[in-house]
């Protein structure tokens, strides 16, 4: 087990590279004053906050599972320097581990906005878009696609149509409506709350149990079920699904594991908010890299 991997029972949860970005620190915590955020998650000068896109690999004893796909490799010179990105290295993070691109066999996609979706298809070597992991299933509930293929006003800022044209056309796309046992190990259940569509996957095996609730949860410093984003956009369904899941995950002394967050890659919680484990455990402060 090393810093960007931990072990649920026969399963292994790698975080891979899927690009850095900066965003504004008032809109991770929507209504939290920034007094008092600041002392959870410190912000830049310039008040952004250094976030990771990290996709989960899960690896079963009998699949090759990706939670989400980070930035990719599509985005234009005036994207990078709006959201100041970084690389993004998931290709070569899975090589490091011996796994090809042929070798996923599934992709769950938590949501489909483009922080989480933007790996699917990618720029290949002859320049053009090509679905990046071309065995694999795509999992995707239903209604987020209904709400990609007709998206709100505010939400065409967030599902862009270059993510999906080439998935529609060559990839394997299967929908879930609600909830979905995808092998012994791994299930999807739908959620809402931060889009329509949206779904948290759980791992469990020999006792032990993780949850990735996507952006239901984006980081440490969310376990506030009250500390929702600007970008959710129904935010009373976040606060009544954090409640909900907090309580049943809580029960079963999972991990939560996180897709934003450079800190803490998963924690357990106790009782009103309290982190009873953290992964990797605590660093000193001076290490945080927002406030480099
Ligand atoms: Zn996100």
Redesign the pocket.
Known sequence: MTEKSLRIGACEIHWLSGGDFRLDGGTMFGPVPKTIWQNKFPAAADNTLSLC?DPLLIRTPSMNILVDSGLGNKLTPKQQSVFRTTDWLLLSQLALLGISRQDIDLVILTHC?F??AGGVVMVGEDGREEVTFPAAIHLIQETEWQDVASPCRRAQESYWPINFNELKKNGHIQFVHGDRELCPEVRVRHTGGHTRGHQLVEISSQGETAVHLG?LF?THAHANPLWVMA?DNFPLEVIACKERYFAEYRKLDAWFTF??DPLVRACKLGDKGAFTDQWPQKKEKSDHPATA
């Open positions: 896109n906005d922080d989480h952006d984006p970008y897709y934003h």
